[in-house]
């Protein structure tokens, strides 16, 4: 058996995954705490924002985590696609929602720090437009997951959601690049050093290692959720068909 | 259990008892390697679609004109124009309370004329995009927004930067 069969077998997933869950959820808190005392208290205002800069701690990790999880969802299906491995439509399924959540963070949190800084809530620029396209994927993603019967089927077509629409991931990613846009270019991820003193990047490190372990502990869960509920679907199925 | 093993991995096994080819721990059946082709095509075929579009649809992707490209374009035309506002060049008049300034984009520069609040990150030295029209040689805007870069620093140390 592959390594990543191997990772997959499913009582021997449900022990890992009950094991790493407290570790991940002391990890998160820590660095949460560490990372919220940073972003507030112990980092400097930045010399043309002030204090708005803070919303950067929460707004950037969130952008980043709602991208990571998409291109995750993706490379995940082409597996679950290639080896016909209903276990990998389950992982991609469990993702789905945090990654949702952080893309909707990311896109409320901007709205909120670009009204003192731009002057607006919103504008229709192909950063802001892209960003909206990829909440709208994993809101079709779920859809697609959650209300489409019977569940098999609509894993394997919610995949191709996941796949093709990662097509939108480098949009976003040179959409600062590419077109004239308000948002202004990347600070960090470059070829260029970064355009954000240690003092801010710092803590904003920490923020995106705080939110990363919230995620997987949040990952853990709601996998452990989607297999316990596949469990009981199938031993419900063997009850009634016993009785029949 | 009955779900261990057959659920997770149903189809790895080739009806026809074919060993799947492996490099290095990671094999593929013929089934799965015609999955993968598959796949590849409808992606190479989607990357297609997705870069005719983005082609296709450049002018409209762009959220503003620089002021150069603004000479393009006919007077009176409703659009966005961006650029750098030029040190010096912001001016109120105490009468009207009219904002006049000159966008830049180191190639020419555009004098904007403007009524009402700025944001306030608005000043000479950062990036301004101005929606309004054209007017012979000034663009009278009906909204500013404040447009700021890549960098972010404490105000120490942007002050030693300046000197």
Request: net charge positive; with cysteine.
């Amino acid at each position: 058996m592959s390594l990543i069969q191997q990772l997959l077998k499913p009582a021997e997933l449900m022990d890992r995954l009950n094991r790493w869950i407290p570790r991940l959820t002391m990890l998160s808190l820590i660095l949460l705490a560490t990372g919220l005392w940073f972003a507030i208290f112990a980092s400097p205002p930045d010399y043309l924002q002030g204090e708005t800069v803070r919303i950067m701690y929460i707004h950037v990790p969130a952008s980043w985590g709602a991208l990571v999880t998409y291109f995750g969802m993706a490379v995940v299906s082409v597996y679950a696609f290639v080896k016909q491995a209903p276990m990998a439509h389950l992982l991609t399924k469990a993702m789905a929602p945090i990654g949702a959540l952080l893309c909707l963070i990311s896109l409320l949190t901007g709205a909120i720090w670009g009204k003192p800084t731009w002057g607006t809530w919103w504008v229709w620029d192909a950063r802001l437009t892209s960003m909206f396209v990829l909440f709208l994927l994993y809101l079709g993603y779920l859809l697609t997951v959650y209300q489409l019967k019977p569940e098999t089927q609509a894993l394997k077509s919610a995949a191709f959601i996941a796949i093709i629409g990662s097509l939108n991931l480098p949009i976003i990613k040179w959409s600062v690049t590419w077109w004239n846009t308000l948002h202004q270019p990347a600070s960090i991820m470059r070829l260029d050093k970064p355009a954000i003193h240690l003092d801010m990047l710092i803590p904003l490190g920490i923020m995106t290692i705080a939110l990363i372990a919230l995620c997987l502990m949040l990952f853990c869960l709601n996998l452990k959720l989607l297999i316990n509920q596949q469990r009981l679907r199938s031993t419900l199925m063997r009850i009634s068909h016993g009785t029949n | 259990m009955p779900w261990r093993g057959s659920f997770v991995f149903a189809a790895d096994e080739s009806p026809r008892g074919e060993a799947p080819k492996s490099i290095r721990g990671f094999s593929v059946t013929p089934q799965q390697r015609k999955r993968c082709t598959t796949l590849g095509f409808v992606g190479l075929a989607a990357l297609g679609f997705g870069t005719f579009l983005v082609c296709a649809l450049q002018e409209n992707m762009m959220y503003f004109v620089t002021p150069t490209e603004l000479l393009d374009h006919p007077t009176g035309k409703n659009l966005r124009l961006g650029g750098m506002v030029e040190t010096g060049s912001v001016t109120r008049d105490s009468n009207t309370l009219t904002l006049s300034f000159q966008v830049t984009d180191f190639k020419i520069s555009q004098k904007v004329s403007y009524q009402g609040i700025t944001p306030d990150l608005f000043r000479e030295g950062q990036g301004v995009v101005a929606e309004g029209s054209r007017h012979g040689d000034i663009f009278i805007a009906t909204k500013i927004l404040a447009k700021h870069d890549e960098n972010y620093m404490p105000p120490t140390i942007e002050k030693k930067m300046r000197g």
